[in-house]
């Protein structure tokens, strides 16, 4: 038996996880991450098992694979596989839920700090030798927009609490337990956009979801709002963004994921209240070794115990 992981994260921090699929007699070999379709066809022949970051599991790539019995997505969003195409064919998807929403949190929490203090301009000046008198904005007291209030959302709003934050939120499945617990408002999405001082999505990338946040939308919030996306590339439709920063529209923007990845030389990078990062909010070593355990227990008990794993995507 064999499995081979796309994801560049897997195994990063310890060898558990790989040791744990060699103590069941099952190989491991890494692929690149960026491989082309062509490619990952070729060196997946005779291959049981995937562990996938952000390449595409496609229907044409399901045909070509007989042997292929389990795709793990090495995180949460199953947006890069086709999990309809994967069931009928009798092959498992897996996700990961859980593992790094409070990776994502701290870092969509970071970026809102960054971006109401200008970290990062700041850091940069000072490093060029200036001392400059750089004055932001208040966080401590003001209104954050959760749109998704699911795993990472929830763990958004409870490091919000300890800022002070009139937290309110849209999100199609309220949770009114949890809502009512930290004073949460659900409202209808205008509402959170036109009210919110910051706004965060945590949402998988849908049909529906797809630009969410477009023009429309940049012409409800307030000039002084910033936004953060660490949920998906798409959501956010980027042209519009780089219009509603361009005519200051709003204050800022942060994205970790872009609707093209890996994104080098983006318009949005002439923004100098842009801040880019390389899809890494999830990426803490605690993170990484319950995602890498979680995915080769779930290996096992497909090809080896014969038995349902642990977070099965079903459609
Ligand atoms: N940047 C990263 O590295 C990173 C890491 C982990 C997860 N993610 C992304 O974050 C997303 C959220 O993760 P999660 O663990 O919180 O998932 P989750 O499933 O627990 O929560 C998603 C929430 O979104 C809500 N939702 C669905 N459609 C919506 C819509 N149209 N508008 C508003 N809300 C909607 C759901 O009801 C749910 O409450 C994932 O789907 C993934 O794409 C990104
Ligand atoms: O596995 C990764 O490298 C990131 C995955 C992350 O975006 C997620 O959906 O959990």
């Known amino acids: 038996m064999k499995v081979v992981s796309t994801s560049p994260s897997f195994a990063k ?3 558990e996880p790989i040791e744990f699929l060699r103590s069941h007699q099952i190989e491991f070999e890494y692929l690149p991450a960026d491989i082309t379709e062509a490619e990952f066809i070729e060196k997946m022949q005779g291959v049981n098992a995937a562990i996938v970051a952000f390449n595409t599991i496609s229907e044409k790539v399901l045909d070509s694979l007989p042997d292929l019995k389990i795709v793990c997505k090495h995180g949460v969003g199953v947006d890069n596989i086709d999990v309809k195409a994967a069931q009928d064919r009798g092959v498992v998807v897996t996700n990961v839920p859980n593992a790094n929403k409070h990776a994502v949190a701290d870092f969509a929490f970071a970026l809102m700090l ?12 000072t490093k060029k030798g200036e001392w400059p008198r750089i004055f932001g904005s208040d966080v401590y007291g003001k209104t954050l927009g959760i749109v ?3 795993m990472i959302g929830r763990e958004v709003a409870k490091r919000a609490k300890g800022f002070d934050m009139k937290i309110v939120a849209y999100d199609p499945y309220p949770n009114d337990a949890f809502a009512a617990e930290y004073g949460i408002e659900y409202v209808q999405l205008e509402e959170l956009l036109t009210i919110s001082d910051f706004i965060t999505l945590h949402m ?3 049909p529906q979801t797809r630009n969410l946040i477009a023009e429309k939308e940049f012409a409800l ?4 709002a910033f936004i953060v996306n660490a949920s998906r590339g798409g959501i956010v439709s980027e042209a519009a963004l780089y219009e509603a920063l361009k005519n200051g529209k709003i204050a800022g923007a942060a994205l970790d994921v872009f609707e093209e990845e890996p994104a ?3 318009p949005l990078f002439e923004h100098s209240n842009f801040i880019a990062l390389p899809h890494i909010a999830g990426y803490t070593s605690g993170a990484i070794n319950t995602l890498g355990m979680v995915c080769v227990q779930n290996i096992v008990d ?3 115990n014969n038995k349902e794993p642990n977070h099965v995507i079903k459609l």
């Open 13 to 15: 921090y310890s060898n």
């Open 302 to 304: 497909v090809l080896v």
């Open 204 to 206: 998988p990338l849908t």
């Open 114 to 125: 960054s971006l109401a203090r200008k970290i990062p301009e700041a850091n940069d000046k």
């Open 148 to 150: 998704g209030l699911g």
């Open 221 to 224: 919030m307030k000039e002084e």
């Open 264 to 266: 080098t030389d983006h």
